[in-house]
């Protein structure tokens, strides 16, 4: 419905008003009009039956009046809408029915519209505010508001403006609750119906809160508002902080709130809550803001280390290697915070007071004082002791009174600072003079800085400028205007800093003359009273900063120091402190506003100078006993502290003379150590000359011995007592003891040689004192250094004096090893060398490293970092600052030897860094002052170096740039050091560290200097090679992987300035944490694994052993690089055998192809294309070896690629082994080719013969069908003899046709002649008449062999066989020579002859192979005449056996010899086919065993070799074959067991043969135990017999005959059987049987053969008949070529080479033998040489031979002459115990046999026993790692 427009279509309503009775008459019709809506502006209505919808046709007119306007409206609908209309007044509306002209009427009145939105806010108890919103669409003037309270009877209202919307109630009664109404008043009177409101006021809210608090909590109370205790009530208390909000309600007027954090700000908020009819009614909270206090945990607790106030955190716990972050001055969290700093303190970086939190503002930082103070509260005694240390270094002021918030009490930190060290020149003492001490027993005057209430200036910052230089300014004490130091402090206050002020000697530098402590108490003294007492007592003045002298005017009136106290003040004194009438201070320094800082500061300086021109001196140590006595703790007032102290001053009280107390109390280091030093080099140097060796040797090790027992007989002292009952405290008093025994023993070394540094500079000055004295001082200072170390010496060496005999005098001892390991673990250094006796105490190392492994087990790999470099160079500095530590440095003198300490590695970094701990190595410096004037200086550099180069994994090389003499000096040493490394196969990683280098562009201006300095390297390389005797290295990076850019660092100078106030630079510290970085980034990635601490004790002693000896490359031998090349022999063995077994199987069945291919072809009638043949097969052979080889080299790759164990320590001999995997396959290939070109021309040949055998067969076939043809067209049937008259008959006829057709037979002999003449006919007169006299060479070679010297006649001495007259040793080196050349060759002759086929200028090769063996018969001297003779004697054999191989090839091959075999089937075939008898079964069986079964047997004895070998390389005695260096090890095992000296002459004299009969004798032996040979070739019978029926199976639908179906199933295995063609062609030639039954019977028959093969085989039971038959493939050849390697041996000792592989550069023996088991005697005395060679090449003593031209030569320089042999130094007297035994037990026979006199044997020999004899094979051999 529209709305009403009220100015159109309307009529002014001129009627005048309805009478009664009209009105009476409406009323009626009333009834018709319902209103269903009556609103302030709008009604609604409707006539008619509501019921019933208008019809849309009627029309009715509806009229209205408002404000005397007359409204019509028209609508068909029966119902109506008025709007527009005024609110509360009258309306009269009329309906008319238009149509029906009927009309109805109702009166009805508009609503009156109350406020809306009635609602209330309590404003306090008392008072409420009432809000409302007028009534819309009204009239403001037409109408007023009236508001109305209740509360029972009482009534309060008010009438107000219709413009008003809120009203407030005040004067209501609290925790009441009202009602409200609110109605609109009309001008007219009329009021619309109120609004109803409920409301409650406020209760009172409680009054006067108060609050007690503490740290973690804090006391709320409060004053109750309502007194009523009939209205129940309580209290909500909430507490809220910017982090959080809480709450809690309670019944009582107070409250304690827990949990708080420390030192927060909180506002307290508390109301009163009432419940009032079901309705919670709470009060105006009341709220104050309030902060807690700080505690000492809270604080702890933010930064992680709550945990660590009782547990404290140790110096290892700090040193800990941690996964690197990007930390670098901004801390992730608070918690990292602490880390941050200690790993930048521990570092010695000036910055790491910098340190702050990225997640935090500065304002809710961290104070650095606050974090310092809870460090030190944190820390162990021996952690703070290392933090005050290293921020004295930095020159950052260190605690001297330590406050604890909680306790109130504050502890004087002796302890800590003891470990300080102060160096300095005072003026009042001589003008040079300069004095050293600890910084706790120096007197010094100490000046304190103090405040009172707030100052306008910051006196830290003024202290640092009055304490700093000119040119360098240093914040020593931390200040507001310093990064995080306006953060307020929480923990920190009460702290006494201490710094001091030390004079350098240089007066434009120095503020003050003579040295000053400064003291800063940080906070107001007010608060701190026991500091400010203490440093009233302590201190020569007190300066007190305080700006308000009236406010403080009691307390400082109540002031009562005996000290000088100075007021510093910013005001006027006219204007402040002039009440101050009892204060007076001892002078006052006034600063206006027109005093700069400048003259300030200027000012302070004169007032310090005029104080310390009249001051007292006191210790820190001194302090402590006034600190007792004012209530102040003392951090060393502990049991175990004192109890230790005491320990230590009962052993250093008495030392007055250090050079006599160390030879009276520490005897065992002093001479019979350095003797014991000196002996056991020379038993590796044998300097002697003209001396027998072993003698030598022999004596030297009684030496050895006498001074081992002397020092075993030195009675252990009290000294030592005590010192070993120290180290067995618990842990904490056991370092404590040591600490204490440092400090002691620095002090009195101090003061020892401060004194004899100064007569030593008198001595100087003085030209009249002679040299003599300046010398002897010399001595005195090297030998006034006392420390630790020289105790840890003593005990080593007590430990190895009684190790050996297991003293039991000192059960002390034992534990010594691991308790030496838990010091390790804590950060102790332990001495590796003995810089004074330059040696190494192995026993004691290797127990203390063993103790060690186990205390770490299973983590305990290794990586290991070294320092080299110039004395004085800063090394030990780079290192402590590189990993926080501190290696123990003798005061007055550099580090001497080297000192190993471990750092121990956290396990989330340990996976990354491969590791769980780095051991650090420092060592003495090169081109020692102390060392330079002996003669050995550069060998000693050289052996130091070598060493620990050797066991790191990475080496810095420090060098210090100014000085390029001396660097070029050390990199020659590092460099050779190197050398030896690459040599021995480490591969040695290296950083140089360029030091003192300041440029900020250093990095690209020395991109020249690093090419120079690469250049240097190389041309050293190239030097330290030749007198290495190494000459493949050429090149720096040849040894090592070097980069010019990565691995040269440039590190500026250490201190900041000029000491003794110079900080260590930030520059210095921050380029040492690159570098510690890189180097641990180079960990992560490398290849090379970790070490074990037990492999690392290995190293040490390798080394150690090696370098004794003056050429060390030759002389290294280490059980670690011994055992991963034996795994690699051993792995590659393998991987050659798997190689060599493929190809052998691959030939095998090649072979068998070939001579069924030939046959195969006869028969069918088809040509046969050799060279076809041959081409193809050559192709898949070389695919084959490619194939086989790639799979070989890719083993190899894959080897050295993998990440086992020590797998990089062998990778020189990579090369060698790839070298020897390609050699294996040209050699294979070359055999293979060899042996199928063999296997196709005896084929050819055999095709020759077979086709005469074909054609003979055919004709034989065609003859017996005529004849039995004839035979049944007789008219009576033949009786069996008439049968075998008519076959005779022909048969004879056949064989006289075919007679002509035999093979040629030759003469061998003369042949052999023949080819022997041409060979020898250039040799001279004297041999072509031995030749003439040898008319047949049918006699020769029958006899031995007998090599002459006078010229006879060869023919009759050999068919005589002339007994040989005495020869002399020569003669009898000759004829071993030439016995050896003729077993050998017989060797050859037999695997010619072997094959038993026709000879092929066999002889050719047998003269060639005699020459190449004469020609390795070096320094033996055989003449023409000899040679002559026996290439005569072995061409004898030759002749005898080829010539029985060709007449055997002839009659095997002939024709009629064939047909012959064959009559007697023939017969049979001819009388079964006349009779018509059925051959089936008969055939079968003939072709099962004449066909076959030799076939299988030559099939089984074609696999049997490599089945042989695989039992004996995986056997029982596997082991044996496995490696060369293990087969020796069996051989000399077994000699030892055997006790058979003819085996051992055998085994020295004839080495080949007699290995070669060793292996026959162990196959033998292993293989007749159990069947174990039977076994093996039934595996094969088996196998081959089930081919064989399935072969059968698959040719029975392939064939038409029986004689095909034979052939097809040979066809089918035509790679495993040969094919008997003869026999078979024989066998079925006249075959008349049904294919398919003759295939059945054939199965049978295949049963009945297996049968009959396996009883064959069974009833052989000699192996040796077995092995006799094995025509190919001879198990005892291959493992003879397995374990025989390249057949070199010793030039000296003929000892058989080990190495592996045949393409190997270097020759070598595990154990070398005396000289005499070899023939060898001394000219003059014609007794054999008990010397042995691996001492010889260490000696100084020469020989000569014909490869020296017989000229001396010396024995050091042996690889000149024998550049192929590496024979390493006997590096311990033991190592050669079983020769020495053998020698020594058979010296006469040896003598007898060799026709000369005995050796003169070393008596000790004589005392080897055989279980010595054995060990010493064992250790040798590193069978005891195999077990």
């Excluded at 400010?532 to 007190?542: C, E, G, N, P």
């Excluded at 009952?725 to 003061?751: A, P, V």
């Excluded at 050995?936 to 420090?958: C, Q, R």
């Amino acid at each position: 419905m529209e709305d009403q427009d009220e100015s159109s279509g309307s009529q002014r309503n001129t009627g005048t008003n309805m009478d009664k009775e009209e009105d009476e008459k409406e009323d009626e019709e009333e009834g018709h009009i319902r209103f269903t809506d009556v609103g302030p502006h709008s009604v609604r209505f409707q006539w008619g039956d509501p019921d019933v919808a208008a019809n849309g046709q009627q029309k009715f007119e509806i009229k209205w009046k408002n404000e005397e306007i007359d409204y019509t409206k028209t609508t068909h609908e029966n119902h109506f809408e008025i709007k527009r209309l005024s609110p509360g007044t009258s309306y009269n509306i009329i309906v008319v029915a238009v149509e029906e002209k009927k009309s109805f009427s109702a009166s009805v009145c508009t609503a009156i519209p109350a406020p809306e939105n009635f609602e209330y806010v309590p404003m306090d108890a008392t008072t409420v505010k009432l809000n409302w919103t007028p009534p819309q669409k009204m009239d403001p003037s037409l109408y007023k508001v009236q508001v109305i309270m209740y509360k029972n009877e009482e009534t309060e209202s008010a009438t107000l403006k219709s413009n008003e919307k809120t009203h407030l109630m005040k004067d209501l009664l609290p925790a009441t609750e009202y009602k409200a109404t609110i109605n609109t008043i009309l001008n007219n009177g009329k009021q619309s119906e109120p609004a109803v409101l409920i409301l409650h006021t406020k209760p009172l809210p409680p009054e006067n809160i108060q609050i007690k608090n503490d740290a973690t909590s804090v006391f709320v109370k409060w004053f109750d508002p309502i007194i009523d205790d009939k209205i129940p009530h309580r209290f909500r208390v909430m507490w809220r902080s910017e982090a959080n909000a809480m709450e809690t309600f309670t019944d009582k007027a107070e409250v304690t709130v827990l949990s708080l954090k420390p030192g927060t700000e909180y506002s307290f908020s508390v109301c009163t809550v009432v419940e009032l009819n079901g309705t919670k009614l709470e009060s105006t909270p009341v709220t104050i803001t309030h902060r807690t206090s700080i505690n000492m945990e809270s604080l702890l607790r933010e930064l992680g280390l709550q945990n660590s106030l009782k547990n404290k955190l140790t110096l290892q716990s700090v040193l800990e290697l941690r996964k690197p972050t990007d930390e670098v001055q901004t801390a992730h969290s608070l918690r990292s915070l602490p880390w941050l700093f200690l790993r930048k303190l521990m570092m010695v970086n000036s910055s790491a007071r910098n340190v702050k939190c990225a997640s935090n503002s500065d304002q809710k930082g961290m104070n650095p004082l606050d974090l310092i103070t809870a460090l030190f509260h944190c820390a162990d005694p021996f952690l703070q002791q290392e933090m005050a240390l290293k921020m004295s270094m930095c020159q950052f002021s260190v605690p001297l009174l330590l406050p604890n918030c909680d306790t109130k009490e504050c502890t004087l930190m002796l302890w800590a600072l003891r470990d300080i060290t102060k160096q300095f020149r005072s003026y009042s003492l001589e003008e040079d003079s300069l004095e050293e001490n600890s910084i706790v027993l120096t007197h010094l005057p100490l000046i304190s800085f103090v405040r009172l209430g707030k100052s306008s200036v910051s006196k830290s910052e003024f202290l640092n400028k009055l304490l700093s230089n000119n040119q360098h300014h240093h914040d020593t004490f931390y200040h507001k205007e310093l990064e995080n130091g306006n953060i307020p402090r929480k923990i920190s206050n009460g702290l006494v800093e201490m710094s001091w002020y030390l004079p350098g000697g240089k007066k434009t530098i120095d503020k003050f003359k003579e040295p000053v402590a400064v003291a800063n108490l940080r906070g107001d003294i007010s608060d701190f009273k026991a500091q400010f007492d203490f440093l009233s007592q302590t201190s020569s003045a007190v300066f007190l900063f305080c700006d308000d002298l009236d406010s403080n005017q009691t307390f400082l009136e109540s002031l009562q120091i005996s000290s000088k106290l100075v007021l510093v003040c910013s005001t006027d004194r006219s204007t402040s402190g002039e009440n101050l009438t009892k204060f007076k201070p001892y002078s006052e320094i006034l600063r206006d506003g027109s005093m700069n800082d400048f003259r300030f500061v200027d000012t302070l300086q004169k007032a310090v100078v005029d104080i310390l021109a009249d001051s007292t001196k006191i210790s820190i140590e001194k302090m402590s006993e006034m600190a007792q006595s004012l209530g102040i703790l003392v951090d060393e007032n502990n049991t175990i502290c004192q109890n230790a102290k005491k320990r230590a001053d009962l052993i250093t009280q008495e030392i007055t003379n250090i050079p006599e107390y160390k030879r009276k109390e520490l005897p065992l280091q002093d001479k019979p150590w350095k003797e014991l030093s000196k002996l056991e080099k020379e038993m590796c140097r044998l300097k002697a000359k003209n001396q027998n060796i072993e003698h030598y040797k022999s004596e030297l090790k009684s030496q050895i011995q006498k001074l081992r027992k002397q020092q075993g007989s030195n009675n252990m002292r009290e000294t030592m007592n005590q010192f070993i009952s120290g180290l067995n405290c618990s842990q904490y008093e056991q370092l404590y003891f040591l600490k204490w025994m440092k400090i002691n023993l620095d002090h009195l070394t101090r003061k020892r040689q401060l004194r004899l540094d100064e007569q030593y500079r008198k001595v100087c000055n003085n030209p009249k004192e002679n040299k003599e004295h300046l010398s002897d001082l010399e001595k005195e200072i090297a030998s006034s250094s006392l420390g630790v170390q020289h105790f840890m010496r003593e005990l080593s060496q007590l430990y190895e004096s009684t190790h050996s005999k297991k003293n039991k005098m000192y059960p002390a001892l034992k534990k010594l090893p691991e308790i030496c390991a838990q010091l390790m673990l804590t950060g102790f250094p332990v001495e590796l060398i003995d810089g004074d006796a330059s040696n190494i105490p192995l026993t004691w190392i290797r127990d203390v490293l063993t103790a060690l492994n186990k205390l770490t087990a299973p983590h305990n790999r290794i990586r290991v970092i070294t320092v080299l470099g110039v004395q004085s160079t800063g090394k030990s500095t780079l290192l402590n600052t590189m990993f926080g530590i501190q290696f123990a440095v003798s005061s007055g003198r550099c580090t001497r030897g080297a000192f190993m300490l471990l750092i121990a590695v956290s396990e989330e970094f340990r996976s990354e860094l491969q590791c769980d701990y780095i051991l650090v190595i420092d060592t003495e410096g090169l081109k020692s002052p102390e060392l330079v004037k002996l003669a050995n200086s550069y060998e000693h550099d050289n052996e130091l170096a070598t060493v620990v180069v050797g066991l790191s994994d990475i080496t810095i090389v420090n060098i210090a740039m100014e000085n390029a003499t001396e660097m070029k000096d050390t990199l020659q040493i590092v460099v050779h050091a190197f050398l030896r490394m690459k040599e021995v196969g480490k591969r040695p990683c290296c950083h140089f560290v360029h030091q003192n280098t300041a440029d900020v562009a250093v990095y690209e201006k020395t991109l020249k200097e690093r090419k120079i300095l690469l250049k240097q390297l190389d041309e050293m390389t190239e030097a330290a090679a030749r007198m290495e005797k190494v000459g493949h290295n050429k090149k720096f990076t040849d040894i090592l992987e070097y980069n010019i850019d990565r691995n040269n660092w440039y590190i500026p100078g250490l201190w900041l300035g000029v000491p003794p106030m110079a900080p260590v630079s930030t520059g210095y510290s921050e380029e040492v944490s690159k570098l510690k970085d890189g180097i641990l980034n180079l960990l992560k990635v490398t290849r090379v694994p970790a070490q074990n601490l037990m492999e690392f004790e290995e190293w040490i002693r390798s080394l150690w052993k090696a370098v004794q000896f003056e050429n060390f490359i030759f002389s290294f031998r280490n059980s670690l690089v011994a055992e991963a090349y034996s795994k690699l022999c051993v792995e590659f063995n393998n991987w050659e055998w798997a190689f060599k077994k493929h190809m052998i199987g691959w030939y095998t069945k090649s072979e068998t192809k070939i001579t069924n291919m030939s046959v195969m072809s006869v028969q069918a009638r088809n040509a046969f294309n050799v060279d076809r043949v041959v081409a193809d097969l050559k192709d898949k052979a070389s695919k084959e070896l490619d194939k086989e080889e790639e799979s070989l080299l890719g083993k190899i790759a894959k080897y050295f690629e993998s990440e086992d164990e020590n797998i990089y320590l062998v990778e020189n001999y990579k090369e060698d082994f790839l070298n020897s995997a390609k050699g294996l396959r040209r050699e294979t290939e070359t055999d293979l080719r060899n042996k199928l070109e063999n296997a196709v021309l005896i084929q050819k040949g055999i095709e020759k013969v077979e086709v005469i055998r074909q054609n003979q067969r055919d004709t034989m076939k065609e003859k017996v069908l005529n004849l039995i043809s004839a035979c049944k067209n007789t008219k009576h049937n033949l009786s069996d003899s008439e049968l075998n008259e008519e076959f005779k008959k022909m048969w004879d006829d056949i064989v006289k046709q075919f007679s002509l057709t035999a093979l040629p037979s030759c003469d061998l002999g003369k042949e052999t002649f023949r080819f022997l003449h041409s060979n020898m006919e250039t040799k001279g007169g004297a041999v072509r008449e031995m030749l003439l006299s040898v008319t047949s060479l049918d006699q020769c070679g029958t006899g031995p062999f007998y090599a002459m010297t006078v010229k006879t006649n060869i023919f009759k001495k050999l068919k005589n066989s002339l007994m040989p007259a005495q020869r002399n040793k020569n003669h009898k080196f000759i004829q071993m020579s030439c016995d050896r050349i003729i077993n050998e060759s017989k060797v050859f002759i037999s695997s010619k002859t072997s094959a038993k086929l026709d000879y092929s200028a066999d002889i050719q090769e047998l003269l060639c192979f005699i020459d190449k063996k004469l020609e390795d018969c070096k320094g033996v001297e055989i003449s023409p005449e000899i040679e002559a003779s026996l290439k005569i004697h072995i061409c004898g054999i030759a002749a005898r056996a080829f010539q029985k191989m060709h007449d055997y090839y002839i009659q095997k091959t002939d024709p009629l010899t064939s047909l012959e075999r064959c009559k007697n089937q023939w017969l049979a075939d001819f009388k079964d086919l006349y009779y018509q008898r059925d051959q089936c079964q008969n055939k079968a069986e003939m072709c099962a065993q004449q066909c076959f079964a030799p076939a299988v047997m030559d099939y089984i004895q074609k696999r049997l070799g490599p089945d042989i070998v695989d039992e004996m390389l995986t056997g029982e005695g596997g082991v044996a074959f496995s490696t060369r260096t293990f087969f020796q090890c069996s051989l000399l095992k077994e000699l030892l067991q055997d006790k058979d000296f003819e085996k051992i002459l055998e085994y020295s004299w004839n080495y080949e043969m007699f290995v070669t009969e060793w292996i026959s004798e162990k196959i033998i032996e292993h293989f007749s135990k159990d069947d174990a040979l039977l076994k093996l070739e039934m595996k094969h019978l088996n196998a081959i017999v089930s081919q064989l029926k399935r072969a059968i199976e698959s040719a029975k639908s392939m064939t038409n005959n029986s004689c095909n179906f034979v052939t097809n199933v040979f066809k089918c295995l035509d790679k495993e059987l040969v094919i008997p063609i003869d026999t078979l062609s024989a066998t079925l030639a006249l075959n008349n049987s049904n294919p398919a039954e003759f295939a059945d019977c054939l199965e049978s028959s295949i049963d009945k053969m297996h049968k009959t093969l396996e009883d064959q085989l069974c009833s052989v039971k000699d192996v040796r008949v077995t092995l006799s038959r094995l025509s190919m493939n001879k198990p005892q050849e291959v493992l003879f070529s397995r374990v025989f390697g390249c057949g070199k041996n010793c030039p000296f000792c003929s000892a058989p080479c080990e190495a592996g592989g045949k393409e190997h550069t270097e020759h070598f023996a595990s154990v070398h033998r005396p000289l005499g088991v070899a023939n060898n005697s001394w000219i003059d005395t014609n007794k054999l040489v008990a010397d042995i060679c691996s001492s010889l090449v260490a000696s100084e003593c020469r020989f000569r031979c014909e490869d020296t031209g017989n000229e001396w030569h010396p024995y050091k320089e042996y690889r000149q002459i024998y550049p192929d042999w590496r024979i390493q130094p006997d590096t311990s007297i033991e190592a050669t115990d079983f020769w020495k035994y053998i020698f020594a037990k058979y010296n006469s026979k040896f003598a007898k046999i060799c026709n000369l006199k005995a050796a003169d044997i070393p008596h000790d020999w004589c005392d080897i026993t055989v279980h010595q004899a054995n060990k010493s094979l064992d250790d040798t051999f590193l069978l005891n790692s195999h077990k």
